[in-house]
């Protein structure tokens, strides 16, 4: 029952006692004090009555009732005697026949000598049968809708002018719900933006890790081919056999297959001669029939010597080791 300011609970013999003695003066109001408990529990503080003291020394009018000292002496020395467990919990007096609402005097009494936040003030009208509770609040008097009687819900009468405040607390209530649901709104738009926010942080931080890891797999493929790749020696391909009929003999010639593969930074340049044209392109004098050699090892060379009438020599070794 959180909506309540303060809950009450009652005994059944104290409420019975407190209805007898209001019923006792239907001329003239009466008063006394309740005693009992402030206690908890999971639902928080509640106030819980199991005695009353009547004021028999107060002075008493037909629409008031004042606490005299003789009134007070009579309170505590009954107190000290039948109750001295307990605590004074609140008030009480009658309204007999013009309903329970609190007057300017009342409010007095309930602010000034009852101002604990767990004492309350109770009137009752013994003729109309309506009970009425206030109890202090930081906005001055409130007043509860309800009490309890060993367990069983009784309702309070409200007056005129706290339904208005009731209302108002209701309207005020809404209003605090509709802001509460709004700044509820805004913490997940809030928290939805912060996650947006990561999800984008995250995916460019994966993008500027594979652009960079690519950078660096290609500065690596650079240097590779531009260092070791060209430093990289000859491989040796298969090697093979090729008949070659020297005069009257024939010879087998190894021939073996290289593989190396030269950067184009490394590949002479032809030089050109005096007439324009590349020096490899010059063509070799009349009368020297003899075949250049080749860079190659994979080829056979041989020598020619040279005659008066220019025919190659029979008995020419040739350069390439051959094998029979």
């Known amino acids: 029952m959180l909506d309540i300011a303060l809950r009450v609970a009652v005994d059944r013999s104290a409420y019975a006692e407190l209805i007898a003695h209001a019923k006792e003066s239907l001329d003239a109001e009466i008063c006394g004090v309740l005693a009992g408990n402030v206690c908890e529990d999971d639902e928080g503080v509640f106030v819980d009555i199991k005695a009353i003291i009547r004021g028999s020394a107060a002075e008493q009018g037909s629409t008031h009732v004042t606490y005299t000292q003789e009134t007070w002496s009579a309170i505590h020395k009954t107190m000290e005697e039948e109750y001295p467990r307990m605590q004074i919990v609140g008030w009480y007096h009658s309204h007999p026949g ?21 004492q309350i003030g109770l009137v009752i009208d013994p003729l109309g049968g309506d ?6 609040a930081d906005q001055g008097i409130k007043h509860i809708e309800r009490f309890w009687v060993d367990g069983r819900e009784q309702r309070c009468r409200v007056p005129p002018v706290s339904e208005k405040a009731a209302s108002s607390d209701a309207q005020t209530g809404e209003e605090q719900s509709r802001l509460a649901s709004v700044e509820h709104r805004l913490d997940q738009a809030i928290r939805a933006l912060d996650d947006l926010r990561g999800t984008i942080h995250r995916y460019a931080m994966s993008t500027a890790m594979m652009v960079a890891a690519g950078v660096i797999v290609a500065i690596g493929y650079f240097v590779y081919t531009n ?39 490394l590949l002479p340049k032809p030089q050109e001669s005096e007439e324009g044209k590349p020096s490899s392109e010059v063509q ?24 008066g009438d220019g025919a190659s020599n029979k008995n020419s070794t040739p350069a390439a080791k051959q094998t029979p």
């Open 98 to 118: 013009y309903g329970v609402e609190f007057s300017d005097m009342d409010i007095f009494i309930q602010k000034n000598f009852f101002s604990n936040a767990t």
């Open 284 to 307: 070799p004098e009349p009368g020297n029939q003899s075949t250049p050699s080749q860079p190659s090892q994979s080829e056979h060379s041989s020598q020619r010597s040279e005659g």
């Open 131 to 136: 009970v009425g509770i206030c109890v202090n």
């Open 227 to 265: 260092y070791f790749r060209a430093m990289r020696p000859p491989e040796v391909k298969p090697i093979g056999w090729v008949p070659v009929k020297i005069g009257d003999k024939t010879s087998l010639v190894t021939i073996g297959i290289l593989s190396w593969e030269v950067p184009p930074e």
